[in-house]
């Protein structure tokens, strides 16, 4: 008589209520609880693993915006200090600048995870930019001779006013940053400035030892960490990995799977995060639409029953909410969106939505907050979706100033 194969015991899913897998992800991202001040900028680098680049600049850049949004009005100097000026105690940076998410500032501890994009990219055979021959070899010899350098002190940065007009340096030094021989870890300006990564990068650090599987393991166990609780769509989203990358390691990520109520897909959860209940203190703060709380529209609409959709680039006339709203978070929900511009002293908020008369001492409080952060003494209101709220939030705003 011959036994029967033992049967492995599938996993039992955690069950997680839908204001659970919300609370869970609030503290996650640094929105629920008390900060870790003394941690600063840079500990909310390290928490969130990425934070996103971008050109447009309404109330402040974007990366200005996250820590702003978790730790509240800190000067914006110190804020960019942060991120690109290391402790006179560390001869290297401790942050640099990879396509992620998007460009993003990244903590100088995670270039190892970024091997298998490296790889990637240097087994490409074209690319949209044709490079001239000699140029690439000349950029490095440049960078090695001369130190960190920008693309314009290198020789060049485009041909004509067209962005995608790249020259030939730029083409270079920016394929030498995708292959890893050179680091951005320092903005001027607005301008990358490039170094050797052999120069830049920790020692320790700078080698290309983890193979494509450990990379993705440890990338989707960051970003479950940095979710608190997410899908396999927004966990591949977090630093942009393929559905079928993500399949291939979560199992063996130390990540729990759980199901979240209403979210009808499968989850998996951060096992920190299930340790204990989130508790403590909500922020109220405008968002940047590059807020990795709320980057991957489908889950933020899935979480905060809130669709938010940056217009930007939407022609004008079709504009719906505004160039740049900023959804508004205050008690753990979204509660609204400002569109905000800056005239001299004055903060103006050109479009106001709110999600009903309890939101207006909400908004207006994060209104407030902003203005003082961008130095702005004043606060105007120009349209309000719902007409009949426009005098209440005029007149909280009017108590507060003064």
Not at 248 to 271: F, N, Q, R
Request: proline content about 8%; overall charge positive.
């Amino acid at each position: 008589m011959t036994s029967s194969p033992p049967h492995s015991t599938p996993t039992p899913h955690t069950p997680l209520s839908a204001d659970e897998a919300r609370r869970i992800a609030l503290r996650a991202q640094g929105f629920l609880g008390t900060p870790n001040r003394k941690a600063g900028v840079r500990g909310i680098l390290r928490h969130l693993g990425a934070v996103q680049l971008d050109t447009i600049s309404v109330l402040a850049r974007s990366h200005e915006l996250i820590p702003y949004a978790r730790l509240g009005a800190i000067p914006r100097k110190k804020i960019e200090d942060a991120y690109w000026n290391p402790a006179p105690s560390t001869p290297h940076p401790h942050a640099f600048e990879y396509w992620s998410h998007a460009a993003c500032i990244l903590p100088v501890e995670e270039w190892p995870h970024f091997a298998f994009r490296r790889r990637a990219y240097r087994s490409r055979p074209h690319w949209n930019h044709d490079l001239p021959p000699g140029v690439y070899d000349q950029v490095i010899k440049q960078l090695r001779t001369q130190g960190p350098l920008t693309a314009t002190e290198l020789g060049g940065a485009k041909r004509t006013s067209e962005w995608w007009d790249w020259s030939g340096t730029k083409v270079a030094v920016e394929r030498a940053l995708m292959y890893g021989e050179v680091v951005c870890v320092e903005r001027r300006g607005w301008k990358r400035v490039y170094d050797l990564a052999e120069r830049a990068i920790p020692d320790p650090l700078l080698h290309d030892d983890l193979d494509d599987t450990e990379c993705l393991r440890r990338l989707v166990r960051l970003a479950a960490q940095s979710l608190g609780v997410g899908t396999r769509a927004d966990i591949a989203d977090y630093h942009r990995l393929k559905a079928e990358q993500v399949d291939a390691v979560i199992a063996d990520s130390g990540l729990v799977p759980v199901t979240v109520e209403g979210w009808g897909k499968p989850a998996w959860a951060d096992p920190a995060a299930l340790e204990s209940p989130p508790r403590g203190r909500h922020r109220t703060t405008l968002l940047s639409p590059f807020d990795s709380l709320i980057w991957e529209r489908a889950r933020t609409e899935r979480i905060f029953g809130f669709t938010h959709r940056l217009e930007a680039y939407v022609p004008k006339p079709k504009r719906v909410y505004g160039y740049f709203a900023m959804p508004v978070l205050a008690g753990g929900h979204l509660v609204g969106r400002v569109d905000p511009a800056r005239e001299g002293n004055t903060l103006v908020a050109r479009q106001v939505t709110l999600n009903g008369p309890k939101a207006v001492p909400a908004v207006a409080q994060a209104l407030l907050e902003a203005a003082s952060w961008v130095n702005c003494t004043n606060v105007r209101v120009e349209r309000v979706d719902a007409p009949d709220l426009r005098t209440p939030l005029t007149r909280e705003l009017a108590q507060a100033l003064g």
